[in-house]
């Protein structure tokens, strides 16, 4: 059977995700597209030389019934009421991060899915799927390196546009360690902090950048996160695990090294795109394998609303400098342990 799939934004996460359904993987075909933009849409299916149907709203590609399942590649803002819908229509959806703008807005998503009794949603979290974080989770887990205490992590962008904001740090850059930390760890977070270095050159007005966001979990390891947007030498994602017996480092990316003129070096990337490439297709992958066998099982909107909630007390931390509480109520049944 072939999953026909409807994907809801065709600007660059959504114009990746057709492409790699279409041309990449296995399993399912897009014969469905909308974007607010009608005219960028009918330039993705004509590039990709797809035979698949322009809509006008993400509302019909929801409910077109030749539709099986939903990928939300919108603008943030709409992620919520598309993946509501979906659920509504008993359709499985992938939405892309963040699941909805808020902890409320997430929690709603929780709840309307928890009201069709089975798991229809999963979030654009990729980072479990990357061979290096799976490495890394893997000593943990067998107790490679014995109890945690500390992780060092550091998320660093080359540069951002103007209207990249001092909260988009934490809603857009962070909210991926936001979730995958949680998978590491197995933990929830119990507090934030949020301090400011001094501020780049390179930034611009609205922004304070870097930025560095202290955690502690509920069984107390202590997580420090370097967040700089405009380090001006590459795309660069760091993340030191230090345990009672030993540290454990997420790899490099495969590159080159190369000896030249009494120097030896190695590329650094420069596009989260191509960072996470091989992430992004196991990802789609496992969710269109889960689909077809009726069950998922990615990162879940119970994961979407913690990764939120946590975000949540972030942006307070901003504002206040205080280390603020992060409340997350007890995880319902419905999603496991």
């Known amino acids: 059977m072939t999953l026909k799939l409807g994907v809801i934004g065709c600007g660059a996460i959504g114009r990746e995700h ?33 035979n698949a149907e322009i809509y006008a709203d993400g509302m019909d ?3 077109a019934p030749q ?40 929690r709603r998503i929780v709840d309307a899915e928890m009201t069709q009794g089975k798991r229809l949603v999963q979030v654009g979290f990729m980072r479990p799927y990357d061979s290096g974080y799976q490495a890394l989770k893997k000593v943990i887990d067998r107790g490679d390196i014995g109890e945690l205490l500390m992780l060092h992590c550091a998320h660093r962008n080359q540069s951002v546009a103007e209207n990249y904001t001092t909260d988009m740090a934490i809603t857009n850059t962070l909210i991926h360690e936001l979730d995958v930390l949680r998978w590491l760890t197995d933990d929830d977070y119990k507090t934030v ?12 007005s609205g922004l304070k950048d870097p930025q560095i966001v202290l955690f502690e979990t509920q069984k107390g390891i202590r997580i420090d996160v370097e967040i700089f947007v405009n380090c001006s030498y590459g795309y660069d994602i760091q993340c030191e695990v230090v345990g009672e017996d030993g540290i454990a480092r997420l790899p490099e990316p ?9 120097r030896l070096a190695n590329t650094i990337l420069t596009d989260w795109k191509d960072r996470f490439i091989d992430a992004y297709d196991v990802e789609l992958q496992a969710f269109i394998n889960d689909v077809k066998a009726d069950r998922l099982t990615g990162p879940s909107a119970w994961d979407g609303f913690a990764a939120s909630v946590a975000a949540d007390a972030c942006l307070r931390a901003q504002q206040s400098a205080a280390i603020e509480p992060v409340s997350m109520p007890p995880r319902p049944s419905f999603y496991g342990n």
């Not at 897009?30 to 330039?43: F, K, L, T, Y």
């Not at 909805?100 to 997430?106: L, Q, R, V």
């Not at 495969?254 to 009494?262: D, G």
């Open 61 to 63: 590609v929801i409910n």
């Open 254 to 262: 495969s590159s080159i090294q190369l000896r030249k003129e009494a």
């Open 67 to 106: 539709v099986d399942a939903i990928l939300v590649t919108s603008w943030d803002p709409t992620h919520e009421a598309f993946t509501l819908a979906a659920v509504a229509a008993g359709k499985y959806v992938f939405c892309e991060k963040p699941l909805a703008m808020s902890a409320e807005g997430c």
């Open 18 to 50: 057709i492409r790699r359904c279409s041309k990449v993987l296995q399993g399912a075909e897009v014969i469905a597209v909308s974007d607010i933009n009608a005219q960028g849409a009918r330039d993705v299916v004509n590039s990709l030389g797809l």
């Open 193 to 204: 902090q949020v301090v400011y270095p001094r501020t780049t050159t390179k930034s611009h």
